[in-house]
């Protein structure tokens, strides 16, 4: 798969420039622009979203943590949220469970290698207490009450 650089090299333009291309940048030439546009399209360029991630800092994803999703009750949350995610431009992937605490575990290692930015809880095997003691790694929500101040 080409990278930017192949690409600056086919288009005879800079990194920087094709970087500013890719990120919709205001400040390039019409000319410049239309060069690596057209690079990019003969080498098939594809953007490797989990580099732009990496780049930024944030994957624009959270997860939903449930035990099923089949329960009218867990089906309704992840409506829920999933209309407020559209509506906000999020993505979510869904960890379903089964009461399973290694599986609750996978959606907290998937927190800590930032392959989401957050969790929500809508359902948990574990305690409150061990799944907040991720919060280091990002944001955690419980939809249900808990007594811990955090």
């Not at 009750?73 to 979510?92: D, N, P, R, W």
Request: charged share 25%; aromatic share 8%.
């Amino acid at each position: 798969m080409p990278n930017i650089r192949e690409i600056a090299k086919r288009a005879g333009v800079s990194v920087t420039t094709v970087s500013r291309v890719l990120n919709h940048h205001p400040y390039v030439k019409e000319e410049k622009r239309e060069r690596v546009l057209n690079a990019m399209k003969e080498l098939k360029y594809t953007r490797n979203i989990q580099a732009v991630h990496l780049a930024k800092g944030y994957s624009n994803m959270f997860g939903i943590v449930l035990p099923t999703i089949d329960h009218s009750y867990f089906s309704g949350l992840v409506t829920g949220i999933a209309e407020k995610a559209q509506a906000c431009g999020m993505h979510f992937a869904l960890f379903q469970t089964g009461y399973d605490p290694l599986k609750e575990k996978e959606a907290l290692m998937s927190l800590k290698e930032r392959r989401v930015d957050g969790l929500i809880f809508c359902s948990n095997a574990l305690s409150d207490r061990d799944i907040l003691k991720w919060q280091e790694s990002g944001p955690i929500i419980f939809c249900h009450p808990t007594p811990h101040d955090d």
